[in-house]
């Protein structure tokens, strides 16, 4: 439920900015911050907002309520599509605000989640692993 809550706060977010951006005229975000980017205004990163990172997240919903086996790589991938996105956002517009973070963290935690649940975790967490025995077969001398 943590991983589908992550997600939801994922999607909605990305479809209010690229509402925001598109429709609303950039959310009061100056212009000067996207100026020598390939944009123009801020209506086409709205748009690969709401249709990739959002899209990306409400394919993650769709296969968790549709109890998919891919969920969890969705749910892994979309994550890491949320962490891209504040980077590049942050490359092309070289401004960093608090929201940037609160997205990043936000995808850093679906991320970890998703992997978690794909069974990174060690069971027991802190058992340690055994040495591995050396391979059986002919011996090889120091020299040969």
């Known amino acids: 439920m943590t991983l589908a809550g992550v997600a939801w706060f994922n999607l909605v977010s990305a479809l209010v900015g690229m509402v925001g951006l598109t429709v609303?005229?950039?959310?009061?975000?100056?212009?000067?911050?996207?100026?020598?980017?390939i944009f123009s205004s801020y209506f086409w990163p709205g748009i690969i907002l709401g249709v990739?990172?959002?899209?990306?997240?409400?394919?993650?919903?769709?296969?968790?309520?549709?109890?998919?086996?891919?969920?969890?790589?969705?749910?892994?991938?979309?994550?890491?599509?949320?962490?891209i996105w504040i980077?590049?956002?942050?490359?092309?517009?070289?401004?960093?605000?608090?929201?940037?973070?609160?997205?990043f963290v936000a995808g850093l935690l679906q991320t970890i989640l998703a992997v978690l649940a794909l069974g990174a975790w060690p069971h027991p967490l802190l058992r340690r692993s055994a040495r591995p025995t050396p391979p059986r077969g002919r011996a090889v001398r120091p020299g040969s």
Request: charged share 10%; proline share 3%; no cysteine.
């Open 87 to 103: 980077f590049v956002e942050i490359a092309i517009m070289l401004v960093w605000s608090p929201l940037h973070g609160v997205y």
């Open 24 to 37: 609303g005229g950039g959310l009061g975000i100056p212009m000067e911050w996207i100026e020598g980017s």
């Open 52 to 83: 990739v990172v959002g899209g990306v997240q409400a394919l993650a919903l769709a296969a968790g309520y549709g109890r998919f086996r891919v969920v969890w790589g969705l749910h892994a991938a979309a994550g890491l599509t949320m962490m």
